[in-house]
């Protein structure tokens, strides 16, 4: 389906994901978020019902470094909308992208940071008043 809408309008089509992507298994979110090119991906944190924590069983079964999710301590923000949580989607998709990149995993984060910065400023920078 990413490939069906990058077709469309490549320079204009964004993906958007928050801890919504956890209702799906792992095996599927994973495929997902592989089929997003990192310049057409934002991450987001405003749903209450999205939220990353608790981090279903089967997610910690399929992917073993999410335990690095624990060190970031979102378990205190659980239910809450705000963007301290990107913080977190940012090491999610991180893990998620790690498994076949032969970078170092903080390498892959700060990958997947920094386009998703980019691609926020992308949008919204030429929307704010000057």
């Keep these: 389906?990413?490939?069906?809408?990058?077709?469309?309008?490549?320079?204009?089509?964004?993906?958007?994901?928050?801890?919504?992507?956890?209702?799906?298994?792992?095996?599927?979110?994973?495929?997902?978020?592989?089929?997003?090119?990192?310049?057409?991906l934002l991450l987001e944190s405003d749903a209450p019902d999205a939220c990353l924590t608790p981090l279903p069983d089967r997610w910690i079964q399929a992917l073993p470094d999410l335990i690095r999710l624990n060190a970031l301590d979102i378990e205190r923000y659980s239910g809450l909308t705000t963007p301290a949580v990107v913080r977190g989607m940012v090491t999610l998709i991180a893990v998620m992208l790690s498994g076949e990149e032969k970078s170092p995993f903080e390498d892959v984060e700060e990958q997947v940071a920094r386009a998703t910065v980019e691609n926020a400023e992308r949008i919204f920078l030429p929307l704010s008043p000057q």
């Design 1 to 40: 389906m990413v490939k069906s809408f990058l077709a469309l309008k490549p320079t204009m089509v964004y993906f958007s994901l928050s801890g919504h992507i956890l209702k799906l298994p792992p095996n599927k979110a994973v495929s997902l978020v592989k089929s997003i090119p990192l310049n057409r």
